[in-house]
């Protein structure tokens, strides 16, 4: 039996604007928790983490999305379209261009990369650590979803030269039985153990008016309300799962290198990082009210609640209830919340207005959570910190979608 989405309640106009939103959400993630990695455990240590973060994930939850949108395959095509739905390549703040040239060789640049907008100014050392260190084995590892012979290698990366040179990135993709086929790295086997990678979601209805899958041509931008509502509903639940699995990654990869309380204090901080920064963007883009019944309907449709198949929660007479569930089970999120622990709550609600609190009662797994008023309070530092990211005021443009041909 599976469980009534809480993003079904959303027109088919509101999802379309909603989901560029969850994927950059998505990769404020790394914005939000990378920052506390580098401050406990140095710039190489933090690189390390993000790779087995990156590695974890992603090839999971790429296959889920292949098969949730009909375009599983083999070849450069699938690659590139699971990109699209990728939380590691928001649209715009992301901006992959890609060119095929056959099934099995194309190439992809950047005309815009946030996060190396984001990384730049700390140095070259610090992008040589994103762009190369980084880069080289995540890639690898998400094309590994889609045939393990495929190869993703650069043309040219940054540290710019000359500086400010466009596009930022240039890369290869070709896919050649000569291969060496790449596997997994370790920490995939241990996230594909979670709740969180076999959840099961509600099939995406095909009589419904409009796109319900992917299963046509490659385009170059997604325009996402030629997706059906039903679609639209099940992409909003997979990228949360996309979240999910890659935090249950970063908590994995922070726990190899610090004691229980350390690793605790350090993934509570980027929580409540992106809870604040994710909560902002939620509201403005749905044009939600700034009141209590405004952050309620945010916490309602955030990923910290979402997908309801994974996240045990009910929203009735002006509160929200979250009950044991799989993703306690799997120590997401959730767990980080309840009436001993507070702070990620008052960041999501103050992400909508700084004048709103929380009112939490209940135990640590079965609690209820009411949003009350009370005076302006300072931005969370955590929150702060996220902020610095250029993609917390990131605004997103209407382009048309155009299919891509090889060339």
Same mark, same amino acid.
């Given at each position: 039996?599976?469980?009534?989405?809480?993003?079904?309640?959303?027109?088919?106009?509101?999802?379309?604007?909603?989901?560029p939103e969850l994927l950059l959400i998505g990769q404020l993630i790394?914005?939000?928790?990378?920052?506390?990695?580098?401050?406990?455990?140095?710039?190489?240590?933090?690189?390390?983490?993000?790779?087995?973060?990156?590695?974890?994930?992603?090839?999971?939850?790429?296959?889920?999305?292949?098969?949730?949108?009909?375009?599983?395959?083999?070849?450069?095509?699938?690659?590139?379209?699971?990109?699209?739905?990728?939380?590691?390549?928001?649209?715009?703040?992301?901006?992959f261009r890609y060119t095929v040239h056959d099934r099995w060789s194309?190439?992809?640049?950047?005309?815009?990369?946030?996060?190396?907008?984001?990384?730049?100014?700390?140095?070259?050392?610090?992008?040589?650590?994103?762009?190369?260190?980084?880069?080289?084995?995540?890639?690898?590892?998400?094309?590994?979803?889609?045939?393990?012979?495929?190869?993703?290698?650069?043309?040219?990366?940054?540290?710019?030269?000359?500086?400010?040179?466009?596009?930022?990135?240039?890369?290869?993709?070709?896919?050649?039985?000569?291969?060496?086929?790449?596997?997994?790295?370790?920490?995939?086997?241990?996230?594909?153990?979670?709740?969180? @990678?076999? /959840?099961?979601? =509600?099939? !995406?209805?095909?009589?419904?008016?409009?796109?319900?899958?992917?299963?046509?041509? &490659? $385009?170059?931008?997604?325009?996402?309300?030629?997706?059906?509502?039903?679609?639209?509903?099940?992409?909003?639940?997979?990228?949360?799962?996309?979240?999910?699995?890659?935090?249950?990654?970063?908590?994995?990869?922070?726990?190899?290198?610090?004691?229980?309380?350390?690793?605790?204090?350090?993934?509570?901080?980027?929580?409540?990082?992106?809870?604040?920064?994710?909560?902002?963007?939620?509201?403005?883009?749905?044009?939600?009210?700034?009141?209590?019944?405004?952050?309620?309907?945010?916490?309602?449709?955030?990923?910290?609640?979402?997908?309801?198949?994974?996240?045990?929660?009910?929203?009735?007479?002006?509160?929200?209830?979250?009950?044991?569930?799989? @993703?306690? /089970?799997?120590? =997401?999120? !959730?767990?980080?919340?309840?009436?001993?622990?507070?702070?990620?709550?008052?960041? &999501? $609600?103050?992400?909508?207005?700084?004048?709103?609190?929380?009112?939490?009662?209940?135990?640590?797994?079965?609690?209820?959570?009411?949003?009350?008023?009370?005076?302006?309070?300072?931005?969370?530092?955590?929150?702060?910190?996220?902020?610095?990211?250029?993609?917390?005021?990131?605004?997103?443009?209407?382009?048309?979608?155009?299919?891509?041909?090889?060339?």
């Amino acid at each position: 039996m599976t469980t009534t989405s809480r993003y079904a309640s959303l027109s088919r106009e509101e999802l379309a604007t909603l989901l560029p939103e969850l994927l950059l959400i998505g990769q404020l993630i790394d914005r939000s928790g990378m920052a506390w990695c580098i401050s406990a455990f140095g710039r190489e240590e933090m690189a390390q983490i993000a790779i087995e973060e990156w590695a974890g994930a992603s090839p999971l939850y790429t296959r889920r999305m292949q098969k949730a949108l009909r375009y599983e395959g083999d070849d450069v095509i699938t690659i590139f379209k699971g990109l699209q739905l990728d939380i590691g390549a928001p649209p715009q703040f992301m901006d992959f261009r890609y060119t095929v040239h056959d099934r099995w060789s194309g190439e992809f640049h950047l005309d815009h990369c946030g996060a190396l907008m984001d990384v730049e100014p700390m140095g070259p050392e610090y992008v040589r650590s994103m762009c190369h260190d980084i880069e080289d084995p995540t890639f690898d590892a998400t094309a590994v979803a889609t045939n393990p012979q495929a190869q993703v290698r650069p043309i040219h990366r940054p540290p710019r030269m000359p500086a400010g040179r466009n596009p930022h990135c240039a890369w290869t993709v070709i896919i050649d039985e000569s291969y060496p086929p790449v596997t997994p790295l370790a920490p995939y086997y241990d996230i594909e153990k979670t709740r969180a @990678a076999v /959840v099961e979601l =509600a099939p !995406i209805d095909p009589a419904d008016a409009g796109q319900a899958d992917y299963s046509g041509p &490659l $385009v170059g931008d997604l325009d996402f309300l030629a997706f059906s509502h039903s679609a639209l509903v099940r992409m909003a639940d997979e990228v949360c799962l996309q979240m999910h699995l890659l935090n249950l990654s970063f908590v994995l990869a922070v726990g190899k290198r610090a004691d229980p309380p350390h690793a605790a204090e350090i993934c509570r901080k980027q929580l409540v990082g992106i809870a604040g920064i994710s909560a902002e963007r939620i509201r403005r883009a749905l044009e939600l009210p700034t009141d209590a019944v405004g952050a309620l309907r945010v916490l309602e449709l955030h990923p910290l609640l979402n997908p309801s198949a994974y996240v045990a929660a009910s929203v009735a007479d002006g509160s929200v209830t979250v009950r044991p569930g799989d @993703a306690h /089970v799997d120590g =997401a999120w !959730i767990s980080q919340c309840g009436p001993d622990a507070l702070t990620p709550l008052q960041a &999501l $609600v103050r992400g909508v207005h700084p004048g709103l609190d929380v009112e939490v009662t209940g135990t640590a797994t079965d609690w209820s959570v009411r949003v009350i008023e009370g005076e302006d309070a300072k931005e969370f530092d955590e929150v702060a910190v996220t902020r610095f990211s250029t993609g917390a005021s990131f605004e997103f443009e209407h382009r048309r979608s155009l299919p891509i041909t090889p060339v």
